[in-house]
Structure formats: structure tokens, C-alpha cells
């Protein structure tokens, strides 16, 4: 009879697997700490785009007057306290609003709002949004959709 003799054999599977792991974990420890430089990159020197849109000269709004800009999506309105931006987009379903005699009417579901923004009638409940108008340095009006404003806030000359 034949004796069985093992033959010596060396699995490499336990390091390949352990080189794998490394590697592995090493290249994730790379991915994180470049979006944690990306991030604190971010936080310390974002500058943010204005969306700045031009309008014209104050003095050309009369006191009582709303105009809307259709184009540029908001009611421009001067009071006996300034001017001040509003956005004419409904609060409910984000109709455009339209200007009627004293007051704003939603299209969509006859929601109305006064001349301020606020709601009177209709499902909408929340008031309209305020932009911020500035003057840059070539000295023209300029509305920022992107930052709002307190209701009170009004540009004065």
C-alpha cells in the first residue's frame, strides 16, 4: 500500500486578504480627508455670487406706485417710507401674481394679497418675501432675489 504523505502547501489568501484591507482602508482615509480640506476650504473662503438685477433710478417710482417686473419675477413698490422689493410669486402653489386695483391676486386660486404682502383671502398663508435693494459701486439700484428681508425694510434716498 501506497502511505499518504501531505505535500506541504502555503495558502497566501490570510495576507493577500490583509494587503486588500489595507489598501482599501487607506485609499477611504485618503477620500475623507480630502472632503474634509475641500469642506473647511468652503467654509473659510466662500465667496458668495450675487444675483444682483438692476432697476431703475428711485426718483422714478412715485409714492403709491407698484410696478411689476414680469420679467425679473417681482412688485416694486415705494411708500412714505422708502422703497422695498417683494417677490411675485404666490406663498401657496407658486403662481405668479398679478397687480389688480389695491391688491395682489393669485391666478390659480384666487388667493389676494394687500399691497405689503400679506394675505387677505384665498389659501395662502404665508406673507410674501422681501429682496434686499442696494446701491452698488457704479451707484445703480440693485435687487437680490437671493437674500430676504424683513417686511419692515425699506431703501431710502
Known amino acids: 500500500m501506497r502511505e ?3 505535500t506541504q502547501r502555503r495558502y497566501r489568501y490570510p495576507e493577500k486578504r490583509r494587503e486588500f484591507l489595507r489598501a482599501f482602508l487607506g485609499g477611504l482615509t485618503v477620500l475623507w480627508a480630502g472632503g474634509m480640506l475641500w469642506a ?3 467654509f473659510f473662503f ?3 455670487q450675487s444675483t444682483g438685477l438692476t432697476i431703475d433710478a ?3 417710482y412715485k409714492p403709491g406706485q407698484m410696478v411689476h417686473d414680469e420679467k425679473q419675477r417681482f412688485f416694486i413698490m415705494r411708500d412714505s417710507s422708502g422703497l ?3 417677490s411675485d410669486t404666490c406663498t401657496h402653489r407658486s403662481c405668479m401674481l398679478r397687480l389688480d386695483a389695491d391688491h395682489l391676486l393669485c391666478p390659480c386660486h384666487n388667493a389676494r394679497f394687500d399691497l405689503y404682502g400679506n394675505p387677505v383671502k384665498g389659501p395662502a398663508e404665508k406673507q410674501l418675501d ?3 435693494i442696494y446701491k ?3 451707484s445703480v439700484l440693485v435687487v437680490d432675489p437671493g437674500r430676504t ?7 431710502i434716498e
Open 149 to 155: 428681508v424683513h417686511c419692515s425694510f425699506r431703501y
Open 84 to 86: 422695498y422689493v417683494m
Open 40 to 42: 473647511l476650504k468652503n
Open 130 to 132: 422681501y429682496y434686499y
Open 58 to 60: 428711485f426718483l422714478k
Open 136 to 138: 452698488n459701486k457704479e
Open 4 to 6: 499518504f504523505i501531505p
Open 46 to 48: 466662500f465667496r458668495p
